[in-house]
């Protein structure tokens, strides 16, 4: 990959200057694998991705293995503030390569510093992967970041323009982006062939504001096997509990702001809708429930409606796209359900259920290759974020709130536009 076409300069190409100086020079034949020559059906190490993880724990457990399947990712090393999980993933990724050399790390930004590493996995809890993310892209690295992405209005711009001003390839964890039944009842909403869009609905796995509070005080442990101050990060302070680092989310300020079922879930299923009309800006109006529904609307009078109940049984994350001439709903069993079989117009879409975030890891591998746009590009999950936070701040203030799209803010509102941001912990403030 070279600067002429907008990579980033790589040192690959300084391995093969070196083994071509070598035998020019005359130098002493070597034995050399056959891996390393590409041999065999191998990857040769000048077209791998080195791939560093932070916070490998279920959920990442799970996008490890979908990033080793890819016979292009050579996995380098894994940062965790949990001791006995760093030793896990450590023994994960070298049995897989068949060698010793996945390094471990406590503190991601000692793993940020490596220049031989192309790009990162961050799957720690929510609270971290926002300001993550934004110090990785300043250190050059790709991302691909589970969601949700950001914890408020104010992080979820600046994560937006740091990708933008960065140039990195950012993926947001919403792989359904990949799943062929779900781009194509996208695609049939954004080419008009539901006729024009009067709502989209989105499933949010609950609508009420919570706090994620504390839990009783335990003794704190070694920072070496269980990091505490490092979990919290930005987040306000609390007393250790392990229970509190066991489950992977750390929200303050209440889990109806910052996380939450609107957010935590809703982020898969509004980016859909995002995309059914296409990547637009997110709704101006957002109502509280009523009725079990919470309605936005966007600029142009169509609608996005949060709903818990009234589906057709396609499995989780079900989204539903209504147009004058017709509708289409579909979830994760792979499955649609369209309002006229003419919709299809003699294409077969596979149907691949249990949301697989394979295909998405292959998009997101390709376009560090590249330098393309994937799927679950920064702007894309920074509309979707933005729609579930201010639906988020209607939730928790109990009545309806307008977002101006010029500016990000609430209009005429200082309780909500106090909610658009938090403060964050010493000394992560930047």
């Known amino acids: 990959m070279s600067p002429a076409t907008g990579s980033k300069p790589s040192r690959r190409a300084s391995r093969r200057a070196f083994l071509k100086a070598g035998l020019a020079a005359g130098a002493a034949p070597m034995i050399v694998p056959s891996s390393a020559l590409g041999l065999d059906g191998a990857v040769p190490p000048s077209e791998r991705i080195v791939v560093g993880g932070i916070g490998i724990g279920n959920r990442g457990g799970y996008d490890l293995g979908c990033f080793l399947q890819q016979p292009d990712v050579q996995f380098a090393a894994v940062c965790d503030v949990k001791e006995r999980r760093r030793a896990h993933v450590k023994g994960v990724v070298d049995k897989h390569h068949g060698n010793a050399a996945c390094a471990t790390y406590?503190?991601?930004?000692?793993?940020?510093?490596?220049?031989?590493?192309?790009?990162?996995?961050?799957?720690?809890?929510?609270?971290?992967?926002?300001?993550?993310?934004?110090?990785?892209?300043?250190?050059g690295k790709d991302?691909?970041?589970?969601?949700?992405?950001?914890?408020?209005?104010?992080?979820?711009?600046?994560?937006?323009?740091?990708?933008?001003?960065?140039?990195?390839?950012?993926?947001?964890?919403?792989?359904?982006?990949?799943?062929?039944?779900?781009?194509?009842?996208?695609?049939?909403?954004?080419?008009?062939?539901?006729?024009?869009?009067?709502?989209?609905?989105a499933h949010p796995a609950g609508m009420r504001a919570m706090t994620s509070g504390w839990l009783p005080e335990e003794p704190l442990p070694d920072a070496a096997v269980d990091d505490w101050d490092m979990y919290l990060g930005p987040a306000a302070w609390r007393p250790y509990n392990g229970r509190t680092l066991g489950?992977?989310?750390?929200?303050?300020?209440?889990?109806?702001?910052?996380?939450?079922?609107?957010?935590?879930?809703?982020?898969?299923?509004?980016?859909?809708?995002?995309?059914?009309?296409?990547?637009?800006?997110?709704?101006?109006?957002?109502s509280p429930p009523k009725n079990d529904e919470?309605?936005?609307?966007?600029?142009?009078?169509?609608?996005?409606?949060?709903?818990?109940?009234?589906?057709?049984?396609?499995?989780?994350?079900?989204?539903?796209?209504?147009?004058?001439?017709g509708w289409v709903e579909a979830g994760d069993s792979g499955k649609m359900v369209l309002s006229s079989p003419e919709l299809l117009a003699g294409r077969k879409v596979e149907e691949i259920g249990g949301y697989p975030a394979t295909f998405h890891v292959r998009d997101f591998l390709d376009c560090v290759k590249t330098r393309a746009k994937p799927k679950g590009n920064a702007e894309a999950a920074c509309n979707a974020h933005l729609a579930c936070h201010?639906?988020?701040?209607?939730?928790?203030?109990?009545?309806?709130?307008?977002?101006?799209?010029?500016?990000?803010?609430?209009?005429?509102?200082?309780?909500?536009?106090?909610?658009?941001s938090e403060a964050r912990r010493e000394p992560w403030f930047a």
């Open 294 to 325: 919470l309605v936005c609307r966007y600029a142009d009078g169509v609608e996005l409606v949060f709903r818990e109940k009234g589906w057709i049984p396609l499995g989780s994350c079900p989204v539903r796209f209504e147009g004058a001439d």
């Open 106 to 139: 406590r503190d991601f930004r000692e793993l940020l510093d490596r220049p031989d590493i192309d790009a990162v996995l961050i799957a720690t809890g929510p609270n971290w992967h926002g300001l993550m993310a934004m110090l990785a892209a300043k250190a």
């Open 143 to 201: 991302i691909y970041c589970e969601k949700p992405c950001t914890k408020n209005i104010a992080e979820t711009l600046a994560h937006r323009d740091t990708m933008h001003r960065s140039g990195v390839v950012f993926q947001a964890g919403t792989q359904r982006r990949n799943l062929p039944h779900f781009a194509f009842a996208c695609e049939l909403a954004r080419t008009g062939r539901l006729g024009s869009m009067k709502r989209v609905y």
């Open 247 to 286: 489950d992977g989310f750390n929200f303050e300020k209440g889990g109806g702001l910052v996380g939450g079922g609107v957010l935590e879930w809703g982020s898969h299923c509004v980016d859909l809708c995002q995309w059914a009309v296409n990547d637009c800006p997110p709704p101006v109006e957002y």
């Open 390 to 420: 201010a639906a988020n701040i209607a939730i928790y203030l109990q009545r309806p709130v307008k977002l101006d799209l010029a500016t990000y803010a609430f209009v005429d509102d200082e309780a909500a536009n106090r909610l658009r």
